[in-house]
């Protein structure tokens, strides 16, 4: 039975400001920011750290989700046939090392978000900058299919 899978992606910002996007393979190569799939039973803060550490080597404090947003077959993953519900979570870099695996990750940038706008990132993750770059640091975007709003 396919069912919708519960995601965390870390929106990770260093000390200066810059945002963390990455390259992946399963994202069509295109620039996105690292996270992955929660596990049964873990937090939510909890799967951004744990993904944050895995995919590119970084200590991340979660400071608050900044959107939740729908995903149904994406355009740019690897399967077409997925369903995604990403909880993104702003997070402060701890560490500045970044570390890839050369698989799931294959490249990273750091970049502020309104410089990131010349890079081509997956539409997700474009949209979720957008909303970074436009909206005060209080509001949380909803992006559920075919419906948005900021609160």
């Known amino acids: 039975m396919n069912t919708p899978e519960l995601t965390v992606g870390a929106f990770i910002i260093d000390s200066v400001g810059r945002l963390l996007l990455v390259v992946s393979p399963k994202w069509g190569y295109l620039y996105s920011i690292p996270g ?19 995919e590119v080597g970084l200590r991340v404090k979660p400071i608050r989700v900044i959107a939740v947003q729908e995903v149904i077959n994406p355009r740019h993953f690897k399967s077409r046939r997925k369903h995604f519900v990403f909880v993104d979570v702003l997070c402060k870099a ?5 570390v890839v695996d050369g698989e799931e990750i294959v490249g990273y940038i750091w970049k502020t978000p309104a410089d990131a706008f010349e890079l081509p990132m997956e539409s997700y993750t474009r949209r979720l900058v957008e ?19 900021v609160l």
């Open 131 to 149: 909303f970074y770059v436009n909206n005060n640091s209080r509001s949380i975007l909803f992006a559920l299919d075919g419906w948005r709003q």
């Open 94 to 98: 701890v560490s500045s090392r970044v």
């Open 36 to 54: 992955g799939h929660v596990d049964y039973g873990e937090k939510i803060f909890d799967a951004v750290v744990r993904e944050a550490r895995e």
